[in-house]
């Protein structure tokens, strides 16, 4: 048995909503990548998180129905919980600076998995979306609550076959959408997680939001997984 801790990241200023994630601590309990996935798709977080090396910040990224070489909350979340300077996943070195109440991470949006990222007319379109609407492909649906002070509503839909049918709070949508549009965002997705970020002078994207620990819990053996 190994314990999971279980994250609320990106939360509102009064510690609501957040995009929930699973933390292996032990990553060394599961070894094999079917072994991750296969507790991956059990615990059915939109990712969980496997920390292979807790000092250089290692760490190997899931949802539900694959593994991801780069995804915002997750390492967002490690780094909060693992007290972390910098967070290694398969994309790249991921540097991380603590904020006050914020922890922020610097990412590439080369390293994002591709998504629609779809702007809609106001921000009562997007909250009136079905989910998931209907089409294929990861759909990223935003628009404009004020323009002028770069403040966004928005909503995610992975529209794939594993579970996860709305994401609360999506880092690398968030990453990709200030790289295309260029400029600083205060993002408002799903319920009323909250998403910073700023477009960095060499491409790099800074992403920052909260983290609250939501509860620790007993993960089944490797023998289980």
């Known amino acids: 048995m190994n314990d999971i801790d279980v994250l ?15 933390v292996v601590r032990e990553g060394r309990h599961h070894p094999d990548r079917a072994g991750r996935q ?19 910040g290692v760490v190997d990224i899931y949802t539900p129905g694959l593994r991801l070489p780069f995804a915002g909350h997750p390492l967002v979340g490690a780094a909060w919980l693992l007290d972390l300077e910098s967070v290694n996943p ?17 990412a590439r949006p080369e390293w994002a998995p591709p998504r629609t990222l779809r702007q809609y007319a106001t921000a009562a379109e997007v909250d009136a979306l079905p989910a998931p609407p209907p089409g294929e492909g990861w759909l990223y649906a935003w628009a404009w ?23 609360e709070a999506t880092g690398a949508a968030a ?13 408002t997705q799903g319920r009323g997680s909250q998403l910073i970020t700023a477009p960095g002078p060499d491409g790099s994207v800074e992403i920052g939001g909260r983290v609250r620990l939501h509860v620790k819990r007993r993960g089944p053996s490797r023998a289980a997984a």
Request: proline content about 3%; charged content about 30%; glycine content about 10%.
């Open 38 to 56: 296969a507790l991956a798709a059990r615990l059915g977080y939109s990712e969980t998180v496997f920390v292979d090396d807790p000092e250089l």
């Open 145 to 167: 609550l004020d323009e002028a002070a770069g403040r966004v509503r928005a909503r995610a839909f992975p529209r794939r076959d594993d579970g996860i049918v709305e994401d």
């Open 90 to 106: 398969p994309a790249g070195e991921v540097w991380v600076r603590q904020d006050g109440e914020f922890t922020w991470i610097t």
């Open 8 to 22: 609320s990241v990106f939360c509102a200023a009064d510690g609501r909503h957040g995009n929930t994630l699973g």
């Open 175 to 187: 990453l990709l959408l200030t790289a295309e549009l260029g400029r600083a965002l205060n993002i």
